[in-house]
Nanobody
């Protein structure tokens, strides 16, 4: 599967942004799709994931209550709605996919075999 991330840009603190991860290829419904992000000078970190099939969602603590992940299997797209953005959310956001990923590994980067190119989000204070 190939992934294309989009939706990044400049937003003011407290604002919102919706990222999209569009997939091409077959079997999208069988993939867990996640968002990771990498801030300048920092390692890439897990943000959120939505499981294949039933669509169970997972969030890291720093985005709970502010970000919402969802998927539209007909459109082969995963969305990340980001609300109340803060300057510390500034990063390049990457989407990634893994087929039939075990629940224990949803936040583990090395288990995702397909990656999008990243979309940059800058939050000004």
């Amino acid at each position: 599967v190939q992934l294309q991330a989009s939706g990044g840009g400049l937003v003011q603190s407290g604002g919102s942004r919706r990222l999209s991860c569009s997939a091409s290829g077959r079997g999208f419904i069988n993939y867990t799709v996640a968002w990771f992000r990498q801030a300048p000078g920092k390692e890439r970190e897990f943000v959120s994931a939505v499981k294949y099939g039933v669509g169970t969602t997972y969030y890291d603590d720093f985005v709970k209550g502010r970000f919402t992940i969802s998927r539209d299997n007909d459109k082969k797209t995963v969305y990340l709605q980001m609300n109340n953005l803060q300057p510390e959310d500034t990063a390049v956001y990457y989407c990634a996919a893994a087929s039939f990923l075990h629940d224990d590994y949803y936040n583990t980067e090395r288990h995702y075999h397909f990656w999008g190119q990243g979309t940059e989000v800058t939050v000004s204070s």
